[in-house]
């Protein structure tokens, strides 16, 4: 399968723990972006990285959160000190620039429960 | 954060028939995207509309990307069960951020 790859699919987690999600995209992509979706929301834009560079960050990532690409292939989404209300679904995403094809291909995402 | 405005929010319909559903943004989109999600799985790409005006058709269904920048719209002609899902619309400025819409969850009655 050469879509892209979230680990895990499912978390849960103790409120307080620190908690870390892995994404792989689809090969050759050099855009990744991470969206967080709540119970009956559309996914909200997190942040997004153009190889190894984060470009942009939304307000919705607290300080608590924290992405990285450090070789411009997967990237990992941490949070730290979970509260109950980090608790949705984490979607990432991935794309390959260039006109006229902007698609944003996502992954199965992780569903994070915190208790 | 900003949704895009969906309508419906929900459909109940009976196989076979029609689907028609919107997206209004207060903002100008340069790319109009259309998204199929299953429950507890990822939203999975239908359409991509680049142009104002623009029609594209993908199978059975059809989208447009409305005149002003700031709409858009989907249709499904002749709804089979595996059309079930929640179908949302997506905004994009560039090579950025999607910004999506409410959704619209889509339910064939037997």
């Known amino acids: 399968d050469t879509g892209v790859s979230q680990n895990p699919r499912h978390k849960i987690t103790k409120r307080g723990q620190n908690v870390t999600f892995r994404c792989d995209p689809i090969s050759e992509h050099n855009r990744l972006y991470w969206y967080r979706q709540t119970l009956g929301q559309g996914p909200e834009f997190l942040t997004y990285?153009?190889?190894?560079?984060?470009?942009?960050k939304s307000r919705l990532l607290s300080d608590r959160f924290s992405a990285e690409r450090p070789k411009g292939s997967f990237s990992t989404l941490e949070i730290q000190r979970t509260e109950q209300g980090d608790s949705a679904m984490y979607l990432c995403?991935?794309?390959?620039?260039?006109?006229?094809?902007?698609?944003?291909?996502f992954g199965p995402g992780t569903r994070l429960t915190v208790t | 954060g900003q949704q895009l405005n969906q309508s419906p929010q929900s459909m109940f319909i009976q196989e076979g028939e029609d689907v028609s559903m919107n997206c209004t943004s207060s903002?100008?989109?340069?790319?109009w995207l259309w998204y199929k999600q299953d429950p507890g799985e990822g939203p999975v790409l239908l359409i991509a509309?680049?142009?104002?005006?623009e029609l594209t058709s993908n199978g059975r269904l059809t989208a447009q990307f409305g005149i002003t920048r700031k709409d858009s719209f989907l249709n499904i002609s002749a709804s089979i069960p595996s059309d079930v899902g929640i179908y949302f619309c997506?905004?994009?400025?560039?090579?950025?951020?999607?910004?999506f819409g409410t959704g619209t969850r889509l339910t064939i009655i037997p």
């Open positions: 990285f153009q190889n190894e560079a984060q470009l942009e």
């Open positions: 903002s100008i989109f340069n790319t």
């Open positions: 997506a905004g994009q400025t560039g090579n950025e951020k999607l910004t």
């Open positions: 509309l680049y142009k104002a005006g």
């Open positions: 995403a991935s794309s390959l620039p260039g006109s006229p094809s902007y698609e944003q291909y």
